[in-house]
């Protein structure tokens, strides 16, 4: 089975900012900005270390897991530098970013170009998947598609294609364990739910993926037959029905 696939996102919190960017520190880079407009303040490690982890060491749009095979981490101000000269540090307008994506969202201001801030926004409302390719629920979504590149197939897709094609193959090879080493097929169910949490690469692909795969729907009423189906699965399932973007 060839499975199609696209970039994703997911909803995220806004952690507590680092705590060395004190009010008095951010007036400070800020007038550093100012001074010189090529200063790239927003670099300094502090900041850059706690930006990595707001979304779990991925890109913010598209998932795609940062410093890994030449994937370097760029910081993305949702709001440009210019004209938002003060907000060059303001925590919550910093964002991990894939090149690619950072490269295509340029300096578009999103309030002339409407676009999903998953800090804020909840991708929910805006995205779904269909036959496993992203799209849109209303113009918001569909300008963050377009204005970010979410369906490149060269650098975002392909990965993504491997990567789901490698799930449904597993959720088909480990049918007859079932009935001949149970404690294994449950420990390969709970690996193959894993894969679609928050902390993984393209949680939100693979998750709507699992979610909606006949293979896991028969397995799951397998279990539950079996009296089976532990918490640990609900937990699981709690983490896929978040990260996931149905229709």
């Known amino acids: 089975m ?8 997911i909803k995220l919190n806004l952690p507590n900012k680092p705590a060395e960017l004190t009010p008095e520190k951010e007036l400070a880079l800020i007038e550093q900005f100012e001074n ?4 790239p303040v927003w670099q300094k490690r502090y ?4 930006v990595f982890e707001i979304a779990y060491g991925k890109c913010a749009y598209s998932e795609v897991r940062l410093k890994e095979e030449g994937k370097d981490m760029q910081i993305d101000h949702f709001c440009p530098k210019v004209p938002y000269a003060k907000r ?5 307008n910093l964002l991990p970013s894939l090149n690619h994506c950072n490269r295509h969202k340029s300096n578009i201001d999103p309030n002339n170009i409407d676009i999903l801030n998953p800090l804020f926004d909840n991708p929910k409302d805006y995205l779904f998947f269909q036959n496993g390719l992203l799209c849109y ?3 918001k979504g569909n300008s963050t598609i377009e204005t970010l590149d979410l369906n490149n197939q060269v650098y975002i897709n392909n990965p993504r294609v491997r990567l789901l094609s490698e799930i449904g193959k597993t959720l088909k090879d480990i049918g007859p364990w079932k009935d001949t080493d149970i404690v294994y097929f449950l420990q390969r169910i709970k690996d193959i739910m894993r894969k679609g949490t928050k902390k993984m690469a393209y949680s939100a692909a693979v998750s709507t993926f699992i979610l909606k795969h006949s293979l896991y729907g028969q397995y799951k009423s397998f279990l539950m037959n079996e009296s089976m189906w532990e918490d640990e699965f609900e937990i699981f399932e709690e983490e896929l029905q978040f990260c996931s973007l149905p229709k």
């Open 2 to 9: 060839r499975v199609l696939a696209t970039t994703s996102m």
């Open 88 to 92: 060059v540090v303001e925590w919550g």
């Open 137 to 139: 629920k209303n113009a």
């Open 36 to 39: 010189n407009k090529k200063d």
């Open 47 to 50: 900041i850059k270390d706690a």
